[in-house]
């Protein structure tokens, strides 16, 4: 088997030089969760396979295409030939505040039906399913799809991770907890922002981490943005500082640290470790424009080790 399966909606993002409604110059790249948490672990030395549905359009062979070009495996992805492929223009109005206008309701990514992902589990044999709490906010059959995947992959072994990811622009704070819930428990790791965890587990944080323990997560990773992360397992609880950067982009930090930090579970580092990779390609996502064009290499990774800030290398 490989190493991770994980499956959700690419887009085609359109990024404007300036405010949208100036028109402007627009970059054409590829963008999705799980799709950067793809190739963030692919960049690691990871065997990955993303699955998904995309639009029989340019768009949906340029989302593949990429993938592919990073060494993500995109065998069990499904062509939709009744559905576009989902499209989302995005403007930066201040260097971390970022407008986005979506046109994916009805995309080919949203149709995502249960026997797509059943396929790629049963063919792929992953060690982890990366799920995240984006696709089941897609649609019913998405989060059909997410809640018995992840019932059917950790009764059978597999390991699974969830990004808690909280959208807002598709559903509201109280449905997503009631979808993610059930999801979370089901995870060996389970990974949200600080002002995520109260949507996957009830109380202050020690409150949400200890039920989350309790019905056998087994790490729970926590990310503060510029101030760094914290993972918390039944031996306690391990913070890191995040690494000092200029950021330029914040969007894809996440992905970046979900990838480092998974990436170090399947290296079977301890969790501080893995915390700390997690950190560090962070701090790559967040210092290069992009989703994930800035996702570390180990060589990148090896960079930031033995080096005085200022070097050149
Ligand atoms: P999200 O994109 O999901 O909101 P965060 O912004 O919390 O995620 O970023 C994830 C991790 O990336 C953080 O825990 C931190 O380690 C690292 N990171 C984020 N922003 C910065 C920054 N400005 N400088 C250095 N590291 C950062």
Redesign the pocket.
Same mark, same amino acid.
């Given at each position: 088997g490989i190493d991770v399966l994980t499956f959700g909606e690419s887009m085609v993002a359109f990024r404007s030089d300036g405010p949208l409604v100036q028109g402007g110059l627009q970059t054409t790249r590829v963008a999705g969760a799980e799709s950067n948490v793809a190739i963030g672990l692919a960049r690691l030395g990871h065997s990955v396979a993303w699955a998904g549905r995309v639009g029989a359009d340019p768009f949906g062979r340029l989302v593949l295409r990429e993938l592919r070009a990073e060494g993500v495996d995109t065998t069990y992805a499904v062509v939709d030939v009744e559905r576009p492929t989902g499209l989302m223009f995005v403007e930066q109005r201040t260097a971390d505040l970022t407008l986005v206008e979506y046109r994916r309701t009805g995309s080919a990514g949203s149709a995502l039906d249960p026997a797509d992902v059943g396929a790629a589990v049963a063919r792929t044999r992953p060690r982890l399913l990366h799920l995240t709490g984006i696709t089941p906010a897609l649609s019913a059959s998405a989060l059909e799809c997410v809640t018995s995947v992840a019932e059917s992959a950790s009764a059978a072994g597999v390991l699974v991770s969830l990004d808690v990811n909280h959208r807002n622009r598709l559903w509201t704070r109280e449905q997503a907890k009631e979808a993610l819930t059930p999801i979370a428990r089901r995870a060996a790791y389970v990974i949200a922002?600080d002002d995520e965890l109260d949507l996957v587990a009830d109380g202050t944080e020690e409150e949400a981490v200890a039920s989350l323990l309790a019905h056998g997560v087994v790490q729970v990773a926590v990310?503060? @943005?510029?101030r @760094?992360?914290s993972v918390h397992t039944v031996a306690g609880r391990v913070d890191v500082d #995040?690494?000092p %950067?200029t #950021?330029v982009d914040?969007i894809g #930090? *996440?992905d970046a640290?979900t990838a480092g930090f998974l990436s170090g579970v399947l290296d079977g580092l301890d969790p501080g470790e893995c915390l700390r990779r997690g950190?560090e390609a *962070? #701090?790559f996502a %967040?210092s290069a424009k992009g989703d994930w064009e800035g996702a570390p290499t180990r060589a990148d990774l090896a960079l930031l080790h033995g080096h005085r800030p200022g070097a050149t290398v």
């Amino acid at each position: 088997g490989i190493d991770v399966l994980t499956f959700g909606e690419s887009m085609v993002a359109f990024r404007s030089d300036g405010p949208l409604v100036q028109g402007g110059l627009q970059t054409t790249r590829v963008a999705g969760a799980e799709s950067n948490v793809a190739i963030g672990l692919a960049r690691l030395g990871h065997s990955v396979a993303w699955a998904g549905r995309v639009g029989a359009d340019p768009f949906g062979r340029l989302v593949l295409r990429e993938l592919r070009a990073e060494g993500v495996d995109t065998t069990y992805a499904v062509v939709d030939v009744e559905r576009p492929t989902g499209l989302m223009f995005v403007e930066q109005r201040t260097a971390d505040l970022t407008l986005v206008e979506y046109r994916r309701t009805g995309s080919a990514g949203s149709a995502l039906d249960p026997a797509d992902v059943g396929a790629a589990v049963a063919r792929t044999r992953p060690r982890l399913l990366h799920l995240t709490g984006i696709t089941p906010a897609l649609s019913a059959s998405a989060l059909e799809c997410v809640t018995s995947v992840a019932e059917s992959a950790s009764a059978a072994g597999v390991l699974v991770s969830l990004d808690v990811n909280h959208r807002n622009r598709l559903w509201t704070r109280e449905q997503a907890k009631e979808a993610l819930t059930p999801i979370a428990r089901r995870a060996a790791y389970v990974i949200a922002s600080d002002d995520e965890l109260d949507l996957v587990a009830d109380g202050t944080e020690e409150e949400a981490v200890a039920s989350l323990l309790a019905h056998g997560v087994v790490q729970v990773a926590v990310k503060r @943005g510029p101030r @760094g992360a914290s993972v918390h397992t039944v031996a306690g609880r391990v913070d890191v500082d #995040a690494v000092p %950067v200029t #950021a330029v982009d914040p969007i894809g #930090a *996440g992905d970046a640290f979900t990838a480092g930090f998974l990436s170090g579970v399947l290296d079977g580092l301890d969790p501080g470790e893995c915390l700390r990779r997690g950190a560090e390609a *962070g #701090a790559f996502a %967040v210092s290069a424009k992009g989703d994930w064009e800035g996702a570390p290499t180990r060589a990148d990774l090896a960079l930031l080790h033995g080096h005085r800030p200022g070097a050149t290398v």
